[in-house]
C-alpha cells in the first residue's frame, strides 16, 4: 500500500489544493459582491436622475396645468391653490402607501439581487 512518506506527500498536496481552491473562493466572492454591488449603485443612480427629471416636468406640469385653469377658475392665485392641494395629497397618499410603493419594491429587489442564485 501507501508508505508514510507517500501518505505525507498526498496530504501535503491535498492541501495546497485545498488552499487554491479557497483563495479562488475568496476571489469568487469577491466578484460577485463587486458585481451585486455595481448593480445596485447603477440601479439607484438612474433611480435617482429619473426623480429628479421627473420632478422638473412634474415643476413645469403644475404650472402649465395652473396656467391653463386660471381663466377657468377666475384668478390665477386659485389655480395654484389648487395645484398645491393636489400636490399635497399626492404627498399624503405616498406617505400612506409607503410601505407598499417603495420599502417593499426596495426590499424585493435587494433580496433578489443577493439572494437568488445565478442559473
Do not use: C, D, W
Not at 1 to 25: D, I, P, R, V
Amino acid at each position: 500500500m501507501f508508505t508514510n512518506n507517500q501518505n505525507a506527500e498526498s496530504f501535503q498536496q491535498l492541501f495546497e489544493e485545498g488552499k487554491k481552491y479557497l483563495k479562488l473562493q475568496e476571489e469568487y466572492i469577491k466578484i460577485e459582491v463587486t458585481e451585486k454591488l455595481v448593480i445596485l449603485l447603477s440601479t439607484f443612480i438612474l433611480l435617482l436622475i429619473v426623480l429628479i427629471l421627473g420632478m422638473v416636468a412634474l415643476f413645469y406640469l403644475s404650472f402649465t396645468v395652473a396656467y391653463l385653469l386660471a381663466p377657468v377658475i377666475g384668478s390665477l392665485m386659485a389655480s395654484f391653490g389648487i395645484i398645491a392641494i393636489i400636490h399635497t395629497i399626492l404627498i399624503i397618499a405616498v406617505i400612506t402607501l409607503r410601505k407598499r410603493i417603495v420599502f417593499n419594491p426596495i426590499a424585493k429587489f435587494i433580496a433578489k439581487l443577493f439572494l437568488e442564485n445565478e442559473q
